[in-house]
């Protein structure tokens, strides 16, 4: 991430003159009463890997499903690639890349058969070269030719986004890619997805772990109660609170210490520290 | 977009065929079931059965166990239309630059096919345990266009039942009254057999029609006004389903 920030904004007017890949503004969604997203506003800067940080039910997968035209808004405008997503849903397909919530694979089909699914479905020449490649890219060459269904959980999501990948999208959407991973497997999505922002793809990534966001972004948005509470860098956002407190240790507030603050919740401060280190996070109980 | 209807149709197609030849238990329970009614009618009930004609039983109640058969086949397409959306796959899909249409109709082919594949079984069984039939190759297509529309018409009420359940049961539930219908038809008993009220039901619900055609048409008999009956029936209950499904479908992706 650091040497991101270093290559990646060259200069700042470029950057400003550049259309953002996507623009969020005003969007509004309700099911019934559920009032879930009450007018979200933010830009992803080009070739940037956005974070969408949220609690359980806070609306992240719903702005997915709106951006990538799963879904229409009841208010409020979007553009994703310069192409808006209610009056141009074809050309958004076009330009991006979905990968749910749950790993949508063809538990049936092998993952090469996968592979080659999926790129025939992009309408690709050589699709068995590409999805030998992307086999390759991804460490299941070897588990190739075996049923999806027998893949462990991270084998699975590595299949999943390879399916992402094909016809090299310039957006990509991942909805919370690392839920229900175990901490190796994690570690690998996060590679991957850093490895992609390299090559110049935009991610937009929801998830309710903060250090995921951490490791990853380049730019975090926090969602609470259906509106945008704060967005900006990670710096930016420790910045919010006091740089350091005194204790028997100094030590610097974590971004979970200023999600905890920004979203109102407290009682759960103390536990912040262990979860830190990769993996135990998960048994955490999300403020609503 | 819509230039590639027919190839993502192809596409998606092979697909769920693959599913199916990756578990053929489903075509064969889907016949199972229908052998076996045939041989316990044939074997069991049959003699005691009085037709009213000179036809050999089998001959007589075959029409009804196709579309027995069919019957329950088509609640594997509700049960694989309703995995795919259970797992994600087909949000994949329609967040993919495809014919949207394609992941549907991908479904019905399918249907098709497998329900062909399950009837030949059938027909094959019933060869071996005595049906004889002088039909013509004219005939022979004719009872083929029936089944196929009639596979395609209970495929549409599958992709209703399909796209709205909540559960796996919910999605292949509704085809245990499709299956029991036949036996409240002319399919395995005449119907002036029956007491009035269940006799009027019989004789004015879709299957007798379709029986009495396919019956006539393999005992090469004049089919009647029968064919008519049953090709509205048919074309009725294929055009509202059709319909509703994809109303349904348009509310799921929109």
Redesign the interface.
Request: net charge neutral; proline share 4%.
């Given at each position: 991430m650091r040497e991101r920030a270093e290559n990646g904004e060259p200069d700042m007017t470029t950057n400003q003159a550049l259309e953002p890949a996507i623009r969020v503004q005003g969007i509004e969604k309700s099911f019934k009463d559920l009032h879930v997203l009450r007018g979200v506003d933010f830009d992803v800067r080009t070739g940037s890997i956005f974070a969408l940080l949220g609690s359980n039910g806070a609306g992240k997968t719903t702005l997915v499903r709106i951006l990538?035209?799963?879904l229409?808004a009841d208010a409020g405008t979007a553009t994703v690639h310069g192409f808006d997503v209610a009056a141009k849903p074809?050309d958004v397909?076009?330009s991006?890349?979905?990968t749910?919530?749950?790993?949508?694979?063809?538990?049936?089909?092998t993952g090469r058969?996968n592979l080659v699914?999926?790129a025939?479905?992009?309408?690709l020449k050589n699709p068995r070269a590409i999805a030998d490649d992307l086999l390759a890219r991804f460490s299941l060459t070897e588990a190739g030719n075996r049923?999806a269904s027998t893949y462990s959980g991270g084998m699975r999501r590595r299949l999943d986004i390879a399916?992402s990948l094909i016809g090299n999208p310039p957006i990509i959407f991942l909805d919370e890619p690392t839920t229900g991973l175990d901490p190796q497997a994690r570690i690998e999505v996060w590679q991957t997805v850093k490895k992609l922002a390299g090559q110049g793809t935009t991610v937009l990534l929801t998830t309710q772990y903060l250090d995921e966001a951490e490791q990853l972004a380049d730019r975090i948005a926090i969602l609470h109660k259906g509106t945008i509470i704060q967005n900006g860098t990670l710096a930016e956002l420790k910045r919010l609170l006091p740089p350091a407190k005194v204790e028997y240790v100094e030590k610097q507030p974590s971004l979970e210490d200023v999600f905890l603050a920004l979203v109102g919740d407290t009682d759960e401060t103390d536990t912040a520290d262990d979860d830190r280190s990769y993996g135990t996070v998960p048994a955490r109980k999300e403020p609503r | 977009m819509t230039t590639h209807v027919l190839g993502d149709t192809g596409i998606l197609t092979s697909r769920s065929l693959r599913h199916i030849l990756r578990s053929p238990d489903t075509i064969i329970t889907t016949a199972v079931t229908p052998i076996a009614l045939m041989l316990l009618f044939v074997y069991v009930f049959g003699g005691a059965i009085n037709t009213g004609s000179d036809e050999s039983y089998i001959n007589y109640m075959l029409p009804g166990i196709l579309l027995i058969t069919i019957a329950s086949g088509i609640a594997y397409t509700a049960y694989r239309l309703f995995l795919d959306l259970q797992g994600g796959i087909f949000e994949r899909f329609q967040s993919m630059p495809i014919a949207r249409s394609s992941v549907l109709w991908a479904h019905v082919l399918t249907s098709l096919a497998a329900n062909l594949v399950s009837v030949g079984i059938v027909i094959g069984v019933a060869l071996i345990m005595g049906f004889r039939t002088g039909a013509s190759v004219a005939a022979w297509l004719a009872v083929a266009g029936i089944l196929i529309l009639f596979t395609l018409a209970l495929t549409w009420v599958a992709v209703i039942a399909g796209l709205s359940a909540k559960t796996v049961d919910g999605a292949s539930a509704f085809s245990y009254p499709l299956i029991f219908l036949p036996f409240i038809s002319s399919a395995f008993a005449p119907t002036d057999s029956m007491p009035g009220p269940v006799a009027w039901f019989a004789e004015n619900q879709p299957v007798t029609s379709i029986v009495n055609t396919i019956r006539a048409l393999f005992a090469q008999q004049p089919v009647g006004s029968d064919v008519w009956i049953a090709l509205a029936w048919l074309l009725g209950i294929l055009v509202v389903a059709y319909a509703f499904a994809i109303a349904i479908y348009r509310r799921k992706i929109s």
């Amino acid at each position: 991430m650091r040497e991101r920030a270093e290559n990646g904004e060259p200069d700042m007017t470029t950057n400003q003159a550049l259309e953002p890949a996507i623009r969020v503004q005003g969007i509004e969604k309700s099911f019934k009463d559920l009032h879930v997203l009450r007018g979200v506003d933010f830009d992803v800067r080009t070739g940037s890997i956005f974070a969408l940080l949220g609690s359980n039910g806070a609306g992240k997968t719903t702005l997915v499903r709106i951006l990538s035209t799963l879904l229409k808004a009841d208010a409020g405008t979007a553009t994703v690639h310069g192409f808006d997503v209610a009056a141009k849903p074809g050309d958004v397909r076009e330009s991006i890349s979905l990968t749910g919530q749950f790993a949508a694979v063809d538990e049936v089909l092998t993952g090469r058969e996968n592979l080659v699914l999926v790129a025939k479905l992009r309408h690709l020449k050589n699709p068995r070269a590409i999805a030998d490649d992307l086999l390759a890219r991804f460490s299941l060459t070897e588990a190739g030719n075996r049923k999806a269904s027998t893949y462990s959980g991270g084998m699975r999501r590595r299949l999943d986004i390879a399916m992402s990948l094909i016809g090299n999208p310039p957006i990509i959407f991942l909805d919370e890619p690392t839920t229900g991973l175990d901490p190796q497997a994690r570690i690998e999505v996060w590679q991957t997805v850093k490895k992609l922002a390299g090559q110049g793809t935009t991610v937009l990534l929801t998830t309710q772990y903060l250090d995921e966001a951490e490791q990853l972004a380049d730019r975090i948005a926090i969602l609470h109660k259906g509106t945008i509470i704060q967005n900006g860098t990670l710096a930016e956002l420790k910045r919010l609170l006091p740089p350091a407190k005194v204790e028997y240790v100094e030590k610097q507030p974590s971004l979970e210490d200023v999600f905890l603050a920004l979203v109102g919740d407290t009682d759960e401060t103390d536990t912040a520290d262990d979860d830190r280190s990769y993996g135990t996070v998960p048994a955490r109980k999300e403020p609503r | 977009m819509t230039t590639h209807v027919l190839g993502d149709t192809g596409i998606l197609t092979s697909r769920s065929l693959r599913h199916i030849l990756r578990s053929p238990d489903t075509i064969i329970t889907t016949a199972v079931t229908p052998i076996a009614l045939m041989l316990l009618f044939v074997y069991v009930f049959g003699g005691a059965i009085n037709t009213g004609s000179d036809e050999s039983y089998i001959n007589y109640m075959l029409p009804g166990i196709l579309l027995i058969t069919i019957a329950s086949g088509i609640a594997y397409t509700a049960y694989r239309l309703f995995l795919d959306l259970q797992g994600g796959i087909f949000e994949r899909f329609q967040s993919m630059p495809i014919a949207r249409s394609s992941v549907l109709w991908a479904h019905v082919l399918t249907s098709l096919a497998a329900n062909l594949v399950s009837v030949g079984i059938v027909i094959g069984v019933a060869l071996i345990m005595g049906f004889r039939t002088g039909a013509s190759v004219a005939a022979w297509l004719a009872v083929a266009g029936i089944l196929i529309l009639f596979t395609l018409a209970l495929t549409w009420v599958a992709v209703i039942a399909g796209l709205s359940a909540k559960t796996v049961d919910g999605a292949s539930a509704f085809s245990y009254p499709l299956i029991f219908l036949p036996f409240i038809s002319s399919a395995f008993a005449p119907t002036d057999s029956m007491p009035g009220p269940v006799a009027w039901f019989a004789e004015n619900q879709p299957v007798t029609s379709i029986v009495n055609t396919i019956r006539a048409l393999f005992a090469q008999q004049p089919v009647g006004s029968d064919v008519w009956i049953a090709l509205a029936w048919l074309l009725g209950i294929l055009v509202v389903a059709y319909a509703f499904a994809i109303a349904i479908y348009r509310r799921k992706i929109s």
